[in-house]
């Protein structure tokens, strides 16, 4: 059985980047992800992105280096992680990709990742660096 695969980086978005083209990248990023099987979160704040991509190894790899990295919409991209996952963190929390648009869903996911972390040091990873990310809305 294949593991899949985790990508998990922070980037600082382009100072002049407007709502509607932050709407934009949730949009696609939304339908792409899900119509591909990646599950995980994304998320905008204080000038910066967060996202958790997990799904197959090839076609996230393909999607960070010639996709993600390439986009002129942010820079200073630093990967948290970015390696085989045994225990997913996302599969249990939606049967979709998510965008974390307000509080309230970045509280929910703080919920499950606190939920979750005895079965993965990840969640916990992921809830600390979450924290700053709580001024949102």
Known sequence: MKL??????????????????????????????????????????????????????KYLLDLFENKI???????????????????PVFTNYSSQFNIVEDSEQLEAIQVYLEENKISSTTSDKLSRLLRPFMLID
């Open 69 to 87: 990295k390439k986009d002129p919409r942010h820079e200073n991209i630093y990967e948290v992680y970015h390696k085989k996952t045994a225990k």
């Open 4 to 57: 899949p695969y985790t990508i998990c980086y922070v980037s600082k978005s382009k100072p002049d980047l407007s709502e509607s083209e932050i709407k934009d990248i949730f949009t696609h990023a939304s339908t792409v992800n899900n119509k591909c099987d990646v599950r995980g979160i994304l998320l905008h704040s204080l000038g910066n992105f967060f996202q958790v991509l997990e799904g197959d190894e």
